[in-house]
């Protein structure tokens, strides 16, 4: 009864942003066919923007979770509303025994689809990152099959009407690479590497219309230390 409850407020909430949303940006999606029937998912992203875990939800009427900062959950009003979405804290300071991975297994056990960005952090300039292993861990723990999902803006600032397009790819499965519980990061490590080539490749390759090479003006935390760092052995 509880999962009903949610899963119409979740519907309800998708289809009021869907609302707000479309008539402000072109939004289209390709490769919904491959999404796995009968089983919960783990969609794993390029990230973006702070619209990403919306745009990849979007993909689907099922509920879905994904993993946030802390300092995202103390600020009044935001946290209700991510919350909402799904929202888990990537760690919790006022419980010891929190564990984010066994927080999202427990997520993808109650019925959700799980969106996670292997990449760590937003990457504004259209590129993506080498990727970590955590998403393998989940999937392996959870036993449920990866998603990639490519995520292409034609421009790196988002606005009025710019063309978004979500491509899904198809699904890999923990089995097919032999893992088990006990497998080590480095066991995982060819797993992590197919999801992220086909991510690589949906973002990167053929894109679906004309892409503006332009300044990024809001860069993540990690884009301006790079950027910082490269500016001053430039001026060495």
Same mark, same amino acid.
Request: with cysteine; proline share 7%; net charge positive.
């Given at each position: 009864?509880?999962?009903?409850?949610?899963?119409?407020?979740?519907?309800?909430?998708?289809?009021?942003?869907?609302?707000?949303?479309?008539?402000?940006?072109?939004?289209?999606?390709?490769?919904?066919?491959?999404?796995?029937?009968?089983?919960?998912? !783990? /969609?794993? &992203? =390029?990230?973006?923007?702070?619209?990403?875990?919306?745009? +990849?939800?979007?993909?689907? *009427?099922?509920?879905?979770?994904?993993?946030?900062?802390?300092?995202?959950?103390?600020?009044?009003?935001?946290?209700?509303?991510?919350?909402?979405?799904?929202?888990?804290?990537?760690?919790?300071?006022?419980?010891?025994?929190?564990?984010?991975?066994?927080?999202?297994?427990?997520?993808?056990?109650?019925?959700?689809?799980?969106?996670?960005?292997?990449?760590?952090?937003?990457?504004?300039?259209?590129?993506?990152?080498?990727?970590?292993?955590?998403?393998?861990?989940?999937?392996?723990?959870?036993?449920?099959?990866?998603?990639?999902?490519?995520? !292409? /803006?034609? &421009? =790196?600032?988002?606005?009025?009407?710019?063309?978004?397009? +979500?491509?899904?790819?198809? *699904?890999?499965?923990?089995?097919?690479?032999?893992?088990?519980?006990?497998?080590?990061?480095?066991?995982?490590?060819?797993?992590?590497?197919?999801?992220?080539?086909?991510?690589?490749?949906?973002?990167?390759?053929?894109?679906?219309?004309?892409?503006?090479?332009?300044?990024?003006?809001?860069?993540?935390?990690?884009?301006?230390?790079?950027?910082?760092?490269?500016?001053?052995?430039?001026?060495?």
């Amino acid at each position: 009864m509880k999962y009903h409850i949610i899963d119409f407020l979740y519907r309800f909430t998708c289809l009021i942003v869907r609302i707000f949303l479309f008539p402000v940006y072109s939004i289209k999606f390709e490769g919904r066919k491959n999404i796995p029937k009968g089983t919960t998912s !783990i /969609f794993a &992203s =390029n990230h973006r923007s702070y619209l990403d875990p919306v745009l +990849v939800a979007l993909s689907r *009427p099922n509920p879905f979770s994904f993993i946030a900062k802390e300092s995202l959950f103390k600020k009044p009003g935001f946290s209700h509303l991510i919350r909402l979405l799904g929202a888990i804290p990537s760690s919790w300071s006022k419980d010891p025994d929190y564990n984010v991975v066994e927080a999202a297994s427990n997520r993808l056990h109650s019925g959700y689809h799980m969106t996670i960005f292997p990449e760590g952090t937003r990457h504004t300039d259209g590129k993506v990152g080498r990727g970590k292993t955590g998403v393998c861990v989940l999937a392996v723990k959870s036993d449920v099959p990866v998603v990639p999902v490519g995520l !292409i /803006f034609n &421009s =790196n600032n988002l606005h009025f009407r710019s063309k978004i397009c +979500v491509r899904i790819g198809k *699904p890999i499965y923990p089995k097919d690479y032999g893992l088990t519980s006990e497998s080590s990061p480095m066991e995982m490590k060819k797993m992590k590497d197919d999801i992220m080539s086909s991510i690589k490749y949906m973002v990167e390759e053929n894109p679906p219309f004309e892409i503006i090479h332009d300044e990024a003006k809001h860069k993540s935390e990690r884009e301006k230390k790079r950027a910082e760092k490269i500016n001053s052995s430039k001026e060495d």
